[in-house]
DNA sequence: GGTTAAATTGGAAACGTTTCCATGTGAGGA
DNA sequence: TCCTCACATGGAAACGTTTCCAATTTAACC
């Protein structure tokens, strides 16, 4: 019998707000007054209507609202890949954030892929999320950027460089890697290292130039032959085999630092020198670029540049969510966040030779 | 004057079905079937609505479309932090199977929180979408399971024990973790070791008891002494400081193997061991649950309990997809994914005392 | 008490689709 | 040529809300 009620309760739909409405004896607008608004609503009209969708366990209906007002409640949030960790932070940063202010986030994979990402962005338009967060896979995708601004929808860049054609720059979250990267250049410079190796991906895409830029800037600062400053570009951190790294230490005047990105990469290098029998930091300095796990409990413990995921998640965030409240025009429209250098043991002086 | 409004209008909102209609010079009802169905179109409306469509750039609004077809395109993830390596993989994978089947994923991390978990279930109900896949942070929190039953919604478990009340049990990837664990721990016996620490969290869900079925089995069959096998719960892994792990190295009979979760765990073990001058594989085995980049980089490389964290994710797609094509009553309804350990560096026999 | 303003309320339109139903059109067979 | 029938089509209902508008009630003030 109670199997017989609750397959009932299975297989009835929901209560509507008319259900509400006819059983608090009032219209459907009086319903839906006081339950949202509040405002213009009697105290009775108030109490029976709340008891009413009390009674039915009456829950709207956002598909409904969102055709009549034009809001999801729903917020995009578009990376490469949500698996790497260098992201997972953000966006689960970025989702707390949102959730506490009442909105869902939708995530989608884009693999670097342009056509994937703009499908994407289509397929956010045509559910019509409120708004979208977005690290878009190379900086020159003209077409993403043109179907991203004409959504309509607040679109919120993670460390990303805006073209520069748009008259008013979209918020953007973007992180300090030019001054991270000269930081560590420069720390490595000082500890009398001349011939050091920037392992990183990309020139497609901001942090990459950025960082090389720093890396640069270091040399340039010290008035330093800058033939030492080996600038490795990978494809993705995906194509960095172990292999590379062990061509480029094999070199006969291989590096005797190097700065190395994330987790694969920093990885491949480590095994690298590890397999070729040189000591960390004895032959060979590293600097990993993003405090993971791996750098920070790899015996030795990897000196590394820290930013906060977090950071960039909850400030990607706050100017979304800033935007939707309609200030279009106020407040801060983009965030720099800073990037330490976190000392370990990987680094010393370079062997005399 | 209507011009101009016209105009306005043009630019401010999308093309809706009904432009179609009038710019295809049919109604809009022969606009939705030529473009959905195909179904009983003249060859004539199929291409003057095409045509139309595509010179206005149409898309169908799907939260319209979703009103009245009762179907989102979305389906739900509830996981305790996407940014944990063991979820982010799962949570990648699942999204590019949904993807492929043109559905959108939203995700919500409840930080194992009972109350935020019932609170995304009905935020997801709310929104109407089409399925769920979770991972309940605990297998005693019956009351989001009676809210997740009556949702409607196809729900997918990811390696968690459904209350056996069920009578149809639902749909479900599991993970060996129980033979895992058995092997880990049958493989260390063979080598000599007697006392073996297993560190894992919570017995609260059904990973961390298999684990230690899995454990005591190995011990069980091997007809030994018991007493050295020692589970130690963690309530989750983050509470897993160095310090607890440094307090089981300074035992007085101190365990001569460790098996270790995840990341931050193992970590906490790699640091304890070596800050206490114990040698790995010498003074001291480890084995690692779950393969991270962490294990597999390490100095020395640390042998690793591996389960392809990509299947779990396709397969619980897998089974959302099929549900959601009504099939609700054929086909496989949970999967059972195996365990592998990967031989490595960090395991050795113990040092005879 | 009467007049006016304000607050509350019910009814209906609107949001953009899909789908049902009745009508119209054509072809094919008698 | 007429009848039948399948098929194509237009019009309208429906999905569940919010919001506009007009109507009604209440409050306020003289």
Redesign the interface.
């Known amino acids: 019998m109670s199997n017989m009620a609750l397959r009932m309760?299975?297989i009835v739909s929901r209560a509507t707000i008319r259900d509400v409405a006819r059983a608090a004896g009032v219209s459907v607008g009086s319903v839906s007054r006081a339950l949202n608004g509040g405002k213009n609503v009697s105290a009775r009209v108030a109490r029976d209507v709340a008891a009413a969708a009390e009674k039915l366990g009456y829950?709207?209906?956002?598909?409904?609202r969102?055709?009549r007002t034009r809001t999801?409640?729903?917020v995009g949030c578009l990376v490469s890949?949500?698996?790497n960790?260098l992201y997972?932070?953000i966006?689960?940063a970025a989702?707390?954030r949102l959730?506490d202010a009442g909105l869902?986030?939708?995530?989608?994979?884009t693999a670097n892929d342009p056509a994937r990402e703009r499908a994407?962005v289509?397929?956010f338009?045509?559910?019509?999320l409120d708004g979208i967060l977005v690290a878009p896979g190379s900086d020159e995708n003209d077409r993403a950027w043109r179907e991203l601004a004409t959504g309509g929808a607040p679109v919120v860049i993670l460390d990303r460089d805006v073209p520069q054609e748009e008259s008013t720059p979209w918020p953007a979250v973007l992180v300090d890697h030019r001054e991270g990267a000269r930081t560590a250049t420069r720390y490595l410079i000082g500890l009398g290292h001349r011939r050091i190796a920037l392992l990183t991906p990309g020139a497609r895409m901001r942090p990459g130039r950025e960082r090389i830029a720093g890396f640069k800037a270091a040399f340039a600062e010290a008035d330093i032959d800058p033939s030492g400053a080996l600038v490795c570009l990978q494809e993705s951190s995906m194509d960095f085999a172990q292999g590379d790294a062990l061509d480029l230490l094999r070199r006969e005047q291989r590096p005797t630092a190097i700065i190395a990105l994330g987790?694969?990469i920093?990885?491949g290098a480590?095994?690298a020198g590890?397999d070729l029998g040189l000591s960390v930091p004895g032959d060979l300095s590293v600097i990993a670029v993003g405090d993971?796990?791996?750098a920070?409990?790899?015996?030795p413990a990897i000196t590394a540049l820290r930013w906060s995921l977090e950071d960039v998640g909850r400030a990607a965030a706050e100017l979304l969510l800033q935007r939707l409240k309609g200030a279009s025009g106020e407040g801060q429209s983009r965030a720099l966040l800073p990037v330490d250098l976190v000392l370990r043991e990987s680094c010393g002086p370079p062997k005399t030779t």
Chains 1, 2 share one sequence.
């Open positions: 309760t299975e829950q709207p209906d956002f598909q409904a969102s055709l999801t409640g729903m890949d949500v698996a960790p997972a932070s966006v689960q989702e707390a959730r869902l986030m939708v995530v989608a994979n994407m289509a397929a338009r045509s559910r019509r987790t694969r920093l990885a480590l095994r590890r993971t796990d791996l920070a409990v790899h015996t």
